[in-house]
């Protein structure tokens, strides 16, 4: 007999950690390397907020909570979604679970079939293949591409929908590629879907962190859009609380029941403490928010500035998330191989494109969610390394 289910071949994975894996593993040999490989703030958590979940630990939030949250913070969370996202949320909307992620794994269980499509960016985050696959349904990537700014082109997203598109996974602003649809593109894309049965995964975890005074338009507060919609949001980003793990979804009651019910099949809840700290990072001050993204933005511009003067290497200026997703292409290599030689002779771990789908040839993605020292040392140590693939 077999050890591993069958299904276990399908799932895939998200090679960040894999590199980072690797890059631990030189350093424990010495070797000094600079991380740009993982999509993690480098702040602390907001005081306020870890006094929060203190308080909360001693207050007696060490016990269950009911499967989709603590009534008081799904309210909250509804009214911060009311508020920054214009969505007319109530509590029985939000689902509160451990991190961003597993909404996206809980929403396509419940509701892809197998033999269903579902459209989903490429380059995009791996786990949204992964997932789709993992169920049986039928992965259809829409392309990304630099000339059009990252953004997913309508028109094409027209031709790829078919009577079996069960889902559209749309992430606004975009890992890896930064790329940040406009309100015209989210309205055409509602457009597009629209009174044909077809739910919208809509992954805003990035979206707070934007560098451009246009509002974001979230896709769910468009006319008959709301109850299609699943709103992926969460505080690992915003909050430089990524290892707190706690993320929620905001979608149709019905749809939220059932994620109710995947998590009393799998997490029970999510820990209590974290919850109450969730609640006092969406209603205590935000400056600290704010003062992130300034500084993700100085390093946004050194980076790509850096990147920009290498010769052979073009990089956009992308208007949210913390990546940047510039052009290798005149290397003629594969870029995963490229990465492989930044981490080995240069000391500077980051991903290959194709981790993130077919699309992403030809591209690497850097994380600068890095002290500014650190992303200069890692812009010298590339420029000098390149010169030896050239
Ligand atoms: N969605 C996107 C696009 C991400 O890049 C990430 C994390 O890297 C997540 C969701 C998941 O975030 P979390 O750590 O809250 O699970």
Redesign the pocket.
């Given at each position: 007999k077999k050890v591993f289910a069958d299904r276990m071949s399908l799932l895939g994975t998200?090679t960040?950690f894999e590199v980072l894996a690797k890059a631990k593993k030189l350093e424990a040999q010495g070797k000094d390397v600079v991380h740009l490989e993982i999509?993690?703030p480098d702040f602390d958590t907001p005081k306020n907020i870890i006094d929060a979940a203190c308080l909360a630990l001693t207050s007696g939030y060490t016990h269950y909570t009911p499967a989709p949250g603590i009534p008081e913070v799904r309210e909250t969370i509804a009214g911060y979604i009311r508020n920054h996202k214009k969505v007319d949320a109530s509590a029985e909307d939000v689902v509160i679970v451990p991190?961003?992620?597993?909404i996206?794994f809980f929403s396509i269980m419940a509701t892809v079939n197998p033999g269903d499509e579902v459209i989903y960016p490429n380059p995009?985050?791996p786990?949204y293949e992964s997932v789709i696959r993992f169920v049986g349904g039928t992965p259809v990537p829409i392309p990304l591409r630099e000339e059009n700014q990252f953004r997913l082109d309508v028109n094409e997203l027209a031709r790829l929908i078919t009577p079996k598109t069960k889902m559209l996974i749309i992430?606004s602003p975009?890992?890896p590629t930064g790329g940040v649809l406009t309100s015209d593109d989210i309205k055409a894309i509602a457009d597009l879907v629209r009174g044909k049965d077809i739910l919208v995964l809509s992954?805003e975890?990035?979206d707070r962190i934007v560098y451009s005074d246009t509002p974001l338009l979230s896709i769910a507060s468009l006319p008959g859009m709301k109850d299609w919609t699943i709103i992926?949001d969460?505080?690992?980003?915003t909050y430089a609380m990524?290892g707190w793990?706690?993320?929620y979804g905001v979608m149709h009651p019905e749809i939220a029941a059932r994620i109710a019910q995947l998590m009393v099949n799998s997490n029970s809840c999510t820990s209590a403490f974290t919850q109450m700290a969730g609640k006092e990072a969406l209603t205590g001050p935000q400056n600290e928010v704010e003062n992130m993204v300034a500084e993700f933005k100085r390093r946004r511009d050194i980076m790509v500035n850096g990147l920009n003067s290498i010769s052979g290497v073009s990089c956009l200026l992308p208007e949210g998330?913390f990546y940047v997703f510039p052009n290798f292409k005149s290397f003629g290599k594969d870029t995963k191989e490229i990465a492989d030689h930044l981490l080995y002779d240069a000391g500077v771990a980051c991903l290959g494109g194709t981790a993130f789908g077919s699309y992403g040839e030809g591209y690497l993605r850097f994380s600068y969610a890095n002290s500014v020292a650190n992303i200069e040392k890692a812009l010298e140590r590339i420029e000098t390394s390149l010169l030896k693939i050239r």
């Open positions: 998200e960040a999509g993690e991190g961003g992620k597993p996206m995009g985050f786990i992430n975009g890992n992954d975890i990035y992926l969460g505080f690992s980003k990524t793990r706690l993320g998330s």
